[in-house]
């Protein structure tokens, strides 16, 4: 028979599985804009090859390096509302509702293209920025104060573990469509479509934790 103390942790490891889905597109979000904007398909949609052919090598670093911080930005202002919020709603409320902040973001930047997709995936790179900050921040805490003393640093620890997860997932979903659908607007839909994923399994299971 179970005991008490097992169904505790049990509890606390599915509560740590669903929070963590949040750190996943942390590291996910982190490297997977790279990959997209050096698809030479998506350089030809968004308007940075010239007409000889040739990447426009100042246009194509402007739009990298913006798509990379204009995430970051958002994330510091989620980080900082991340605090009031939590003590005013709670912090399962406060992931839900973050969650739902990025999956905003990352629907704009999925559906982006024609000659406003560079400021879709702009806004949806900050309005995700604002999730991915705030769930960073709320997930470890929450996870943490939930869980008993005898398993907190084991959980706590799998935080980084999390964002490497991500990131190397990153890499092969951008490996993988350069592979097999190189010549379509998949390139970049694949990649931003499928943090709705984790970001769909993160909102579910909030539901089911207490």
Not at 122 to 140: E, F, K, N, T, W
Not at 147 to 160: A, E, L
């Amino acid at each position: 028979m179970f005991s008490g103390d097992t169904f505790k942790n049990i509890r606390v490891y599915w509560l740590a599985f669903v929070v963590y889905w949040g750190i996943v597109l942390f590291g996910y979000d982190a490297g997977i804009a790279g990959g997209v904007v050096s698809q030479p398909y998506f350089e030809s949609s968004f308007g940075l090859v010239n007409a000889d052919g040739t990447i426009n090598k100042s246009k194509d670093t402007t739009i990298s390096s913006n798509v990379v911080s204009v995430l970051q930005a958002g994330a510091f202002f989620g980080a900082l509302a991340s605090a009031p919020l939590s003590d005013w709603i709670g912090r399962r409320r406060t992931l839900f509702g973050f969650t739902i902040i990025f999956s905003i973001g990352a629907i704009l930047t999925t559906i982006a293209g024609g000659s406003r997709g560079i400021g879709y995936i702009y806004s949806g790179r900050v309005i995700s920025g604002i999730g991915i900050g705030g769930m960073s921040a709320v997930a470890p805490a929450y996870v943490s104060e939930c869980s008993p003393k005898d398993v907190r640093g084991r959980i706590t620890g799998i935080f980084q573990l999390m964002v490497a997860t991500g990131v190397m997932t990153s890499y092969f979903i951008n490996l993988a469509v350069s592979l097999h659908v190189p010549n379509s607007s998949l390139v970049w839909r694949i990649p931003f479509g499928l943090q709705l994923v984790p970001a769909g399994i993160m909102c579910l299971g909030l539901l089911t934790v207490k």
